[in-house]
């Protein structure tokens, strides 16, 4: 059974720091690559970050370069994003995502299959 589960997250002020984990299990075939994704009310997901599942190759978005990090612990099959100099506009439900599918954006909702329940992060 494939599960994704989210931890993490909760509020701070602007210039603060939060860190929030994906503990994923469960599934039938590769996964290629895992990203962050941030949903506020009235939009869609919008790609935060991601990282390869086998290199450390990774990809962000402009608003997350240089404040957020993006990495994985491959034995506890967790993925982390630590989020640095928090601004208002970082607000959202947070999503962890898991593909599985060659030649796909990273940042891009379309290009993953499953996904956790969503954490809530308020800076203000």
């Known amino acids: 059974q494939v599960q994704l589960v989210e931890s993490g997250g909760g509020s701070a002020q602007p210039g603060g720091s939060l860190r929030i984990s994906c503990t994923f299990s469960?599934?039938?075939?590769?996964?290629?690559?895992m990203g962050w994704f941030r949903q506020v009310p009235g939009k869609g997901r919008e790609g935060v970050a991601a990282?390869?599942?086998?290199?450390?190759?990774?990809a962000y978005a402009d608003s997350a370069k240089d404040r957020f990090t993006i990495s994985r612990d491959d034995a506890a099959n967790v993925l982390s994003l630590q989020l640095h100099r928090l601004k208002p506009e970082d607000t959202g439900v947070y999503y962890c995502?898991?593909?599985?599918?060659?030649?796909?954006?990273?940042?891009?909702?379309?290009?993953?299959?499953?996904w956790g329940q969503g954490t809530q992060v308020t800076v203000s």
């Open positions: 995502g898991i593909g599985q599918a060659f030649g796909q954006d990273w940042l891009s909702s379309t290009s993953y299959t499953y």
């Open positions: 990282i390869s599942a086998r290199t450390e190759t990774t």
């Open positions: 469960g599934f039938p075939s590769s996964i290629l690559y």
